[in-house]
């Protein structure tokens, strides 16, 4: 974007959350990050018939509808980002929102990508010689590269990508035998890679057999990709030292035990999640690459960690995010294809990156929020207007509904779907009389 589209997204930031639905889509067709055909698409309800599904899935029989929002406030890495979030969970967006401002009103976020390759697996059960084995592979290595690169990634190696490495690791197992895995390393460029990689090892399984005498159990890419990590950084410069010692407890407090672990990596994916699933990427995958990394040392712990440095707080989040620009659901899905377009991304990096910040500030919200007023206050705040839905409300009985049960909220700090059907019932008996 233009310095001056640049402003223009900023000016919308103000208020967003308080325009009426159709003026939030004017806005960012204004800015130019949506089209009149993307509003359209967008007010009509997206998708109207099944045949689009019908190339992605089996047996479909219609849509699962999901809210798609944006969060605002985020600027990454000295830009400014709308973010689309695809996501059922009343807060997130709100939460992402508000934390972001602060972060952008008292400090930044800085982002990073650390290595470049995805990871293919190709598994030799039981091997007779490991030495004998390793020795063969380690000296067809830059064969075995070359040879990928010909046959199958040639289209990547095109792109400045492809496969760059091969490793050789020694499972020992529990029956006395040992079992091979070989690692291949490939840089997938924008793609997420998964196809590609799992083409290229299933291509290595002949020569690799014809070479060491030994047979292929199994070839799969792994959702582990400690070979390619994102990084986020959240400094906030201006804090009381009493909120960022708190922050940085609550950080402890995940960083030790895993019980608390696998619901701040939970509070993380809340930011993470939306995103991918906005973008037509696989949620699935990241998930499992993410826990997977979070219990490497063998305890499940915390992928984020904040930090009191005089009188800066400074929180990290590190993790596998591989994601895709190109291909799949995110090409060929019109939802996905307008989320693309609000994010404005050029790269599978760049998307990678605002995933991570995203997720580190949604992180920030929680526990932020944890060590003050409670998670509580504020999440339920934003139920509420979910519970007087459940209730039965009307349209003209919602504003009468949420604001009792906003005053129930204040006096008792809970609340919960038999609150909203008492005062539900109450407003109807006094309208009656």
């Given amino acids: 974007m233009s310095a001056t589209s640049k402003r223009s997204l900023f000016d919308i930031f103000k208020g967003f959350s308080k325009l009426s639905y159709i003026d939030r889509l004017k806005a960012l067709t204004e800015v130019k990050v949506l089209s009149e055909a993307d509003q359209n698409f967008l007010k009509t309800g997206g998708l109207q018939d099944v045949r689009l599904a019908e190339k992605f899935i089996e047996n479909v029989i219609g849509y699962f509808q999901i809210p798609l929002g944006v969060a605002t406030n985020f600027n990454i890495d000295g830009k400014d980002y709308i973010i689309p979030m695809a996501v059922e969970e009343t807060s997130i967006i709100a939460a992402a929102s508000k934390t972001a401002k602060w972060v952008r009103e008292n400090g930044s976020i800085a982002t990073e990508i650390i290595g470049q390759s995805i990871i293919g697996q190709i598994q030799f059960a039981k091997v007779k010689d490991f030495t004998v084995f390793e020795k063969e592979i380690l000296r067809q290595k830059n064969y075995l590269i070359e040879l990928a690169n010909r046959e199958v990634a040639f289209g990547l190696v095109k792109r400045g990508g492809g496969v760059n490495d091969l490793k050789i690791r020694k499972l020992e197992r529990d029956d006395g035998f040992i079992m091979a895995v070989i690692h291949i390393y490939?840089?997938?460029?924008d793609a997420m890679g998964a196809n590609i990689m799992n083409q290229v090892c299933e291509y290595l399984k002949t020569p690799l057999q014809e070479l060491t005498g030994e047979t292929v159990t199994m070839c799969i890419l792994s959702n582990l990709v400690d070979s390619k990590l994102t990084k986020a950084t959240v400094t906030i410069h201006t804090?009381?030292?009493?909120?960022?010692?708190?922050?940085?407890?609550a950080s402890r407090f995940a960083e030790l035990d895993s019980y608390r672990a696998a619901t701040n990596n939970k509070g993380v994916l809340n930011g993470i999640d939306p995103i991918l699933v906005a973008?037509?990427?696989?949620?699935?995958?990241?998930?499992?690459?993410?826990?997977?990394?979070?219990?490497?040392?063998?305890?499940?712990?915390?992928i984020t960690k904040w930090r009191k440095i005089g009188e800066t707080l400074v929180g990290t989040l590190t993790a596998p995010i591989i994601v895709g620009t190109?291909?799949?659901?995110?090409?060929?899905?019109?939802?996905?294809?307008?989320s693309m377009k609000l994010l404005g991304v050029t790269s599978a990096n760049e998307l990678?990156?605002?995933?991570?910040?995203?997720?580190?500030?949604q992180n920030l919200g929680a526990l932020k929020a944890l060590t003050t007023v409670g998670i509580i206050e504020g999440h339920m705040k934003l139920h509420i207007k979910n519970l007087s839905l459940g209730a039965g409300a009307t349209e003209n009985e919602m504003p009468f509904v949420v604001k009792r049960l906003e005053e129930i909220l204040s006096l008792t700090k809970r609340i919960s779907l038999s609150n909203a059907v008492e005062v539900l019932n109450d407003i109807r008996k006094q309208t009656n009389h």
């Fill in 326 to 338: 190109v291909g799949g659901v995110t090409t060929l899905h019109p939802s996905a294809q307008i």
């Fill in 186 to 189: 490939m840089n997938p460029c």
């Fill in 239 to 249: 804090i009381e030292p009493e909120l960022a010692l708190k922050i940085e407890e």
């Fill in 352 to 361: 990678s990156r605002i995933m991570a910040a995203v997720g580190l500030v």
């Fill in 279 to 302: 973008t037509g990427n696989d949620w699935r995958a990241v998930e499992a690459g993410i826990h997977a990394y979070a219990a490497m040392s063998g305890q499940y712990k915390s």
